[in-house]
């Protein structure tokens, strides 16, 4: 079984940092272009931070240009969303999405994958 493993979240003052983590489980080959998407209480799930595989970095909200900073460890097939000067709404579910390739029969397979989500509070 492969999966996205999201970690890192919880409750933080309004200034105060958080990392995510993302991280692929099972047996795969490789991590490849990946996507933290963020879901705040009655709203719609929207893309905040990508990277491809080669490193590339694109943030898709303003609201985090200078505040959070999405990097890589491909040794570790694990992406990472660094949060700093949190503000109340950057209170939301974070989800990691990321195409997975994995090998079966010599054959190699290639799909998008979602985490299951972290929760980011942040609240004085």
């Known amino acids: 079984q492969v999966h996205l493993v999201e970690s890192g979240g919880g409750l933080v003052q309004p200034g105060g940092s958080l990392r995510l983590s993302c991280a692929a489980s099972?047996?795969?080959?490789?991590?490849?272009?990946t996507h933290w998407y963020r879901q705040a209480p009655g709203k719609q799930r929207g893309l905040v931070a990508s990277i491809s595989s080669g490193g590339t970095t694109d943030y898709a909200e303003d609201s985090v240009k200078g505040r959070f900073t999405i990097s890589r460890d491909n040794a570790k097939n694990a992406v990472y969303l660094q949060m700093n000067s949190l503000k109340p709404e950057d209170t939301a579910v974070y989800y990691c999405?990321?195409?997975?390739?994995?090998?079966?029969?010599?054959?190699?397979?290639?799909?998008?994958?979602w985490g299951q989500g972290t929760q980011v509070t942040v609240s004085s």
């Open positions: 999405n990321a195409v997975l390739t994995t090998q079966a029969m010599g054959v190699l397979h290639s799909r998008t994958y």
């Open positions: 099972g047996s795969i080959v490789s991590i490849g272009a």
